[in-house]
């Protein structure tokens, strides 16, 4: 069936260096493409949202590439710290429910 | 305030069994969701009420699940007839309106084992 997906589980990355995280989807009439973080332990948080007219999109230390061209989704973290280690998930949204991928792992090195 | 709550936090259960798990949503959200994870996996959909409108059951693997939402608040997922394939952790979220599906507040999640 249709699925969001990503193309790496694990990511490594120093501490203080720019992280990116990519996902793939396969449904064109999503209408909102979402991350979230999950923590060891913990239930999935919010980071961020884009709509699926746009191609970009800033938060705090994060920032979402849309690409529907090619169906892809990113998200980017400035100077990753120790505290961004967690799992990661892209989700898109059909209409009231949210459809998740399978989740990268990254881990900050000090 | 309050976030929301979810318990038991961990349920072991032989198969075969019948198992309540229960969701307290944060108060005033309309919305609630019900997801598995599998260990290592990502989420999978079961179930989300909105309202008062009727639920959308389309996750739910089988007929041994199902749900309900009392008085528009807390939720109570129910497996019955367990299997080992059933051993993972159930997630519930809510928001707070169908505007808001894509903030979804998580509870920690109650860690099912189908011995």
């Known amino acids: 069936g249709e699925s969001v997906g990503l193309h790496l589980p694990t990511l490594s990355v120093q501490e203080g260096d720019n992280s990116i995280i990519n996902c793939a989807y396969s449904n064109s009439a999503s209408d909102y493409f979402i991350w979230y973080k999950q923590e060891s332990g913990k239930g999935p948080q919010f980071i961020i949202d884009?709509?699926?007219?746009?191609d970009k999109r800033q938060g705090q230390r994060v920032t979402v590439l849309l690409n529907k061209t090619v169906k892809h989704l990113s998200l980017q973290i400035a100077a990753t710290q120790p505290g961004d280690s967690a799992v990661y998930f892209c989700?898109?949204?059909?209409?009231?429910?949210?459809?998740f991928g399978q989740g990268t792992e990254l881990s900050v090195k000090p | 305030g309050a976030g929301v709550s979810q318990s038991p936090s961990n349920k072991v259960t032989e198969k075969g069994k019948d198992v309540e798990l229960r969701c307290d949503p944060i108060s005033g959200h309309t919305a609630l969701y019900w997801y598995r994870q599998s260990l290592g996996q990502g989420l999978e959909f079961l179930i989300y009420?909105?309202?008062?409108?009727?639920?959308?059951k389309s996750g739910l693997p089988s007929d041994r699940f199902s749900a309900e939402r009392t008085g528009g608040s807390v939720s109570t997922l129910t497996i019955q007839r367990t299997q080992q394939e059933d051993s993972a952790v159930y997630l519930c979220?809510?928001?707070?309106?169908?505007?808001?599906?894509?903030?979804?507040?998580f509870g920690p999640g109650t860690r099912l084992t189908v011995t």
């Open positions: 989700a898109e949204r059909r209409g009231g429910k949210l459809i």
């Open positions: 009420f909105q309202g008062n409108s009727a639920p959308d």
């Open positions: 884009i709509r699926s007219n746009m």
């Open positions: 979220a809510s928001s707070g309106d169908m505007d808001r599906v894509n903030e979804q507040y």
